[in-house]
Structure formats: C-alpha cells, structure tokens
C-alpha cells in the first residue's frame, strides 16, 4: 500500500508492506542495538515491512530523506534493532519526487535512526527491525530527520494489516514528533 501526504512545506509518501527497490542500501557494516523488556514483553506486530520518506521546507532550510524496514517478530523478550551504513552516499540518485536524493546511509545518520527506533519500542515490540533501505539530501538531511524518518516506518509497521495509514500518524505530517533523548 502507497498513500502520498501533503502540506504547504513540503510531500511524502509512505509505504507499507513494500519497500522502494532503488533504495536498497550495499551496506560496508550494520550497527546493531538491542532493547530488553524486563518482565512481561508486549505483542508484536505482524511481519511486514515498510518505508517512509518526505521533503519539506521550514522557513529557510529544509528537510529530506527516505528511510525503509523490515520487521520479523519473535517469541524472545527483546527488539534487535539492525542499521546499515555506507561510507558515504552512493552516485545513484532516487527517481521521481526524491530524485535530488542520493542512495546510502552515512555513519552520521545512524544513531538518528537507532534513537528513533528505541523511542518507542513496545510500538512493534520483540523483534528483529532491520533498516536496510535509505536515501540522503546533500543538504538537507540531518541526524534529526532520520530519528523522525525511524519513527514513521516503526509507526507504520504498528498499523493493522488492513488499516489506511491515519492523518495524524506521521512526524511533520500531522502527527506527534518526541523530542530527541536528552532535549529539555
């Protein structure tokens, strides 16, 4: 399921159960964290995989980045959350509405996307969630962005297999954004 969003600033699209093909990542390594309930672990969501991206502008600077996942639940009280990383951005670029992205996922961005996936961990519960898809904006493409790009996809991953994706679900499209860890 594919499901574009807009607002004045900018667009995006969200995709659930599917995965951009050009954005398959040829990782040089992966940066794993894991996430222990102690004591009794919450549900978890159904196999699937998912991919949010969106380009937006904020009075002056702007915001871009796609960010995709896998997610194959398990019967053990723990979420293994799997990163990978390029060097740097590869030379092929993203078609269509991203085509000013690159293909890759730079070492910088990868604790973006870990905190962002630990915000909120019961969301898909115990686990294995690997990132494995992603595109980067030279400029415009922060750390910041893919913690909310990490929070999109673990959102989308949580929706009922028969579900449209709510108005209100995504971060910058509508729906609530967590500070970062250690704001304050």
């Known amino acids: 399921m594919q499901q ?3 607002r004045p600033a900018g ?4 995709l659930v159960d599917e995965l951009p093909e050009w954005s398959l990542l040829s990782p040089v390594g992966h940066v794993v964290g894991y996430w222990r309930w102690r004591g009794a672990a919450p549900g978890s969501a159904a196999r699937r995989a998912a991919a949010w991206g969106y380009r937006a502008g904020f009075g002056g600077h ?3 980045g796609v960010l995709g996942a896998r997610f194959e ?3 053990y009280p723990y979420l293994r959350v799997s990163v990978a990383a390029t060097l740097e951005a590869e ?3 993203a078609p269509g509405r991203f085509g000013h992205a690159r293909v890759g996922l730079p070492l910088e961005y990868v604790g973006g996307v870990l905190a962002g996936a630990f915000q909120d ?3 898909v519960g115990p686990g294995t969630l690997v990132f494995d898809h992603a595109a980067v904006h030279e400029i415009d493409s922060s750390w910041e962005v893919f913690r909310l790009l990490a ?3 673990a959102r989308l991953l949580a929706l009922p297999p028969d579900g449209r994706i709510p108005v209100n679900l995504l971060p910058r499209f ?3 954004e967590p500070p970062s860890p250690g704001a304050g």
Do not use: C, K, Q, T
Request: hydrophobic content about 40%; cysteine-free.
């Open 91 to 93: 030379s092929h670029r």
């Open 151 to 153: 929070i999109g996809v």
């Open 11 to 14: 667009d995006a699209l969200a």
């Open 4 to 6: 574009e969003l807009f």
């Open 174 to 176: 509508g729906g609530s």
């Open 62 to 64: 702007g915001e871009y």
């Open 73 to 75: 639940p398990h019967a």
């Open 121 to 123: 961990p019961a969301m």
